[in-house]
């Protein structure tokens, strides 16, 4: 079976935000949209987001870093927010294994949300119904769009290439082989939801520099004491220049 997922690689994230923004700006103007924003700048905030970029420091002082976690809806292979919905709303698509919102039956009752242990699922205080990423499904499936396009809009726009989509159940899938090779690991797997979408851990890169690649081959101190120099007895340029 078919499961299309996202797999993020965090030693490459940079935090730019092009994935969020670019997430904002297709989808509220398409099937799932509008996403609301109400008090985007207040004292609190509201706003319906379906990719958010968490960033924060690990380690203790002067030994730190900053880690960039972009987080979603995970695509979990066994949703729990699919069988806690009251009215059938939230569902799992068998043909590619997307987890969707009908927002027609959904009632913004939020069990999804408090079902979701990863709390990727948020309440449009506009319509009043929960909305979740969808992978793009109206992109990926767009058959008037190059089939270049046919990515979900962050993976489309990440600018260092931190984002791959594909199918985790296909082997030779670019996901699978970056999952196999890299490391790839699930979200909180103890939840036992198999979230679909996988993460490339952060790895300290170890780098080697010898005592000869600490000095510049063509360094200009070693330029300049070759040049011929004037006498201290010419005069300078003080002593014949007018500023």
Not at 81 to 98: L, N, Q
Not at 138 to 146: F, T
Not at 185 to 203: D, K
């Given at each position: 079976?078919?499961?299309?997922a996202?797999?993020?690689?965090?030693?490459?994230?940079?935090?730019?935000?092009?994935?969020?923004?670019?997430?904002?700006?297709w989808?509220?103007?398409?099937?799932?949209?509008?996403?609301?924003?109400?008090?985007?700048?207040d004292?609190?905030?509201?706003?319906?987001?379906?990719?958010?970029?968490?960033?924060?420091?690990?380690?203790?002082?002067p030994?730190?870093?900053?880690?960039?976690?972009p987080?979603?809806c995970?695509?979990?292979?066994?949703?729990p927010?699919?069988?806690?919905?009251?009215?059938?709303?939230?569902?799992?698509?068998p043909?590619?294994?997307?987890?969707?919102?009908?927002y027609?039956?959904?009632?913004?009752?939020?069990?999804?949300?408090?079902?979701?242990?990863?709390?990727?699922?948020?309440?449009?205080?506009?319509?009043?119904?929960m909305?979740?990423?969808?992978?793009?499904?109206?992109?990926?499936?767009?058959?008037?769009?190059?089939?270049?396009?046919?990515?979900?809009?962050?993976?489309?726009?990440?600018?260092?290439?931190?984002?791959?989509?594909g199918?985790?159940?296909?082997?030779?899938?670019?996901?699978?082989?970056?999952i196999?090779?890299s490391?790839g690991?699930?979200?909180?797997?103890?939840?036992?939801?198999?979230?679909a979408?996988?993460?490339?851990?952060?790895?300290?890169?170890?780098?080697?520099?010898?005592d000869?690649?600490?000095?510049?081959?063509?360094n200009?101190?070693?330029?300049?004491?070759?040049?011929?120099?004037?006498?201290?007895?010419?005069?300078?340029?003080?002593?014949?220049?007018?500023?």
């Amino acid at each position: 079976m078919t499961q299309l997922a996202l797999v993020i690689d965090l030693n490459v994230c940079v935090g730019c935000q092009a994935c969020v923004t670019s997430c904002k700006e297709w989808n509220t103007s398409g099937a799932a949209g509008t996403l609301s924003d109400q008090n985007p700048y207040d004292a609190d905030p509201t706003g319906t987001f379906f990719n958010r970029v968490q960033t924060f420091e690990v380690g203790e002082y002067p030994n730190t870093e900053t880690v960039h976690f972009p987080k979603s809806c995970l695509h979990c292979e066994d949703p729990p927010c699919v069988p806690v919905c009251p009215t059938g709303a939230s569902y799992k698509r068998p043909e590619d294994g997307i987890v969707l919102v009908d927002y027609q039956k959904c009632i913004g009752c939020k069990y999804c949300s408090w079902a979701c242990p990863y709390g990727a699922r948020e309440l449009d205080e506009k319509q009043r119904v929960m909305k979740k990423c969808t992978l793009c499904v109206d992109r990926i499936y767009d058959k008037a769009l190059p089939e270049r396009d046919r990515r979900p809009a962050c993976v489309m726009a990440c600018p260092t290439q931190a984002r791959l989509f594909g199918d985790i159940h296909n082997p030779s899938s670019a996901v699978s082989v970056a999952i196999r090779e890299s490391g790839g690991y699930q979200l909180m797997p103890e939840w036992g939801t198999q979230p679909a979408n996988h993460y490339l851990p952060r790895r300290k890169t170890q780098l080697r520099i010898h005592d000869d690649e600490l000095e510049r081959a063509d360094n200009p101190r070693k330029i300049d004491g070759k040049l011929p120099k004037p006498a201290k007895s010419e005069p300078s340029l003080d002593d014949v220049t007018s500023w």
